[in-house]
């Protein structure tokens, strides 16, 4: 058979199903976007100013000066420039409403340092993924309390427009957390640091930890207090700028992105872009990389005391991942994760999954780092303990920290862990008045499709009802870790 022939033969069916395959996607496309809402100002306008890796800034003073100026790009070239249909009373980007930022004593998207004479160590607080500096301050708080010196710094890509999320890189939130730490190390010397990561934030703090130990360098931190962390999520988030290629290529912006909602919350973003998702992933496949090198190299025991905190229900990250990937692969035996379990009240009554994660841990093999499960004290009770498991040991104690689980809360969430009941924004409601914002008492009961807050803001859990625990074992461990009693 000749080539014409055989092109005749298998060419043009090959073409007609190409084609065929294209008007499929064509339509499916179609469809999509007929559900997707417009993208807004903050969706579109990429503001200039923001830190980059490349930027050529040489120190924190640098990156202070970038950040004015991204602010002020943010106020003239968006929130300046919003339409009248946008101007609501929930609109973040509104200048005088509810969710206004600007609104607040302190504008917490921004960094912020608390200078402390006769500091006895330092601290550098990394947010996570959409939030910013708020998220943080009140474990900043505790410990500038006990004689820190507390950094936060504003991650690359947050804190301004959800369309900086469209941009950013694992590496220039990277050379963030290096230009910060290296500040701290300059105003405290010959004092300790230790590092308090949140979701996306704890993977920054040990991506900046291993390199640290890899590289010789000798600002490193003292211990890693890790939230939340983010060390392994769906290998499909890295599929994501595939989407945004894509929408590109055919020139719908929406693509870009994998939820679009209202902008409501004044420290977070609600809209997420497919690149955070994608850089998110390749966050944990550089962390994942370091411990590969030290594992080889023999030196995971150079890894600074961990005290990690994880909700067993948690949508973003899976406390098994983080015992899979971190805890089982370390070596220093002055490491604990606490669990937060899920109400048993619930799972007794048969209204949640069975959990896993690390309840398991409680017994089987020894581990070389402390495990502590937080839960009910029995199935029917609403009061919680703590279960510890010290490292290498097979006893199992029980503390009575004299908490209950909320009697309508069935579970932790990721969001959840570092916001007290007591915060105006995020809590139960306690601390807020009548015409001010909260987003963590709202219980709205109507018909679907008719609010502009989507329904996971009034469901997912925004506040911790442990966080008294959780702010104890922290100030315990960075006292310890940092060579005194605060």
Known sequence: MSLRRMWAWIGAPVLLMLFGACISLGAAIAVYMSYRPALDLWHTTLLAGEFTAKAGVADWNGYLAL??????????????????????EFNRFNAGSKSDPAQWPINWNRSFEWPQPG???????????????YSLHFIGEALKARGGQVLALRIPGHGTAPSALRTITAEDMNAAVA????????????????????????????????????????????????????IGISPVAALASWQAWLGEVLGINQLAWD????????????????????????????????????????????VPPILAFESEADATVTATAVKRELFDRLESKDAEVVLFDVNRVF??????DQPSGFVTALAGPRHNYAVSILTNRSGEELAAVVRHRAALSDAVTVEDIGLNWPKDVYSLSHIALPFPPYDPLYGDGTATSLDSLNLGRAIL?????????????????????????????IVDFVGRTTSGSP
């Open 259 to 302: 939820s679009i909602e209202a902008e409501f919350d004044p420290y977070k973003y609600n809209s997420f872009a497919v690149n955070a998702g994608a850089q998110a992933y390749r966050m944990t496949e550089l962390v994942q990389a370091q411990i590969g090198k030290l594992t080889a190299a023999g030196r995971l025991g150079d």
């Open 347 to 352: 799972e007794h009554e048969g209204l949640v």
């Open 179 to 230: 230009l910060a730490m290296a500040h701290l190390h300059q105003e405290l010397p010959d004092k300790p640091i230790v590092i308090v990561g949140y979701s996306n934030g704890a993977a920054l703090a040990l991506h900046y930890t291993f390199g640290a130990i890899i590289d010789g360098n000798p600002v490193k931190p003292a211990g890693l207090v890790l939230i939340s962390p983010e």
């Open 67 to 88: 950040e004015d100026a991204l602010f002020r790009h943010l106020d003239q070239d968006i929130i300046q420039r919003i339409p009248a249909s946008e101007k609501t």
């Open 119 to 133: 500091a006895r160590f330092g601290v550098l607080l990394l947010h996570g993924y959409t939030d910013s500096p």
């Open 445 to 473: 009961r109507g018909e679907e499709g008719h609010l502009e807050i989507p329904d996971s803001a009034m469901t997912r859990q925004h506040w911790n009802p442990f966080y008294s625990y959780m702010e104890r074992r």
